[in-house]
């Protein structure tokens, strides 16, 4: 099986650089074309390309994603609540670089900051995207993409970099970048990165 991981394309919090995390933010313009454009990259590669399915968190910026790198309609994206974007508790729609310290360093570097109150764990996020993936691992898919967030991104790539942390947090990923793997008897073998530029 390969798995197919995309991150979302822009929206209108991502151009003003807010925090965006459980907020039902569509794409806007740029976001939509970034997805099309992926979806071309994808294609020239190889034109034969079908995902046997298309998972998605419930958020909307996630569906049309999934739907637009996927080549499916928007009612084919399968909704698991397990893809969402992480809580960031009070700091929802907050300026990146005005934080404060605690939320700045955490963001920054997990593995030794602690999570500020409010805000999801890593515990909380590694475990929901491995309980996501162990089901998904159990279906005979050939390929099957998944489109999410940022933030739970670093999750699910930390489970098929087989990470002992159970995150890969760098590099992040950009909107409508797409990473790919191989999952065989579980064990993961990282294949490709697709960027847009």
């Not at 197919?4 to 074309?33: C, F, S, V, Y």
């Not at 399915?53 to 309609?73: C, F, H, K, M, N």
Request: hydrophobic share 35%; proline share 4%; glycine share 8%.
């Amino acid at each position: 099986m390969k798995i197919w991981l995309t991150r979302h394309g822009q929206t209108r919090l991502n151009k003003a650089h807010l925090m965006q995390g459980r907020t039902d933010e569509p794409l806007n313009e740029t976001g939509i074309a970034q997805a099309k454009a992926m979806r071309g990259i994808l294609m020239k590669e190889d034109s034969s390309l079908v995902f046997d399915a298309v998972y998605a968190s419930p958020l909307d910026r996630a569906i049309q994603t999934g739907a637009i790198i996927g080549g499916v309609e928007k009612d084919r994206v399968l909704i698991d609540e397990r893809l969402i974007e992480t809580d960031f508790g009070r700091y929802e729609k907050s300026r990146y670089y005005a934080l404060g310290i605690g939320m700045s360093l955490y963001w920054a570097c997990p593995e030794i900051f602690p999570v500020p109150p409010s805000v999801e764990s890593i515990a909380s996020m590694v475990s929901r995207s491995r309980s996501f993936l162990k089901e998904i691992e159990q279906k005979d898919y050939e390929n099957v993409l998944i489109a999410c967030h940022g933030g739970i991104g670093r999750a699910i790539s930390g489970y098929l970099n087989d990470s002992p942390r159970g995150i890969t947090w760098r590099p992040k990923m950009h909107n409508c970048e797409v990473r790919v793997w191989e999952s065989v008897g579980g064990r993961h073998r990282f294949l490709a990165r697709h960027t847009l530029s």
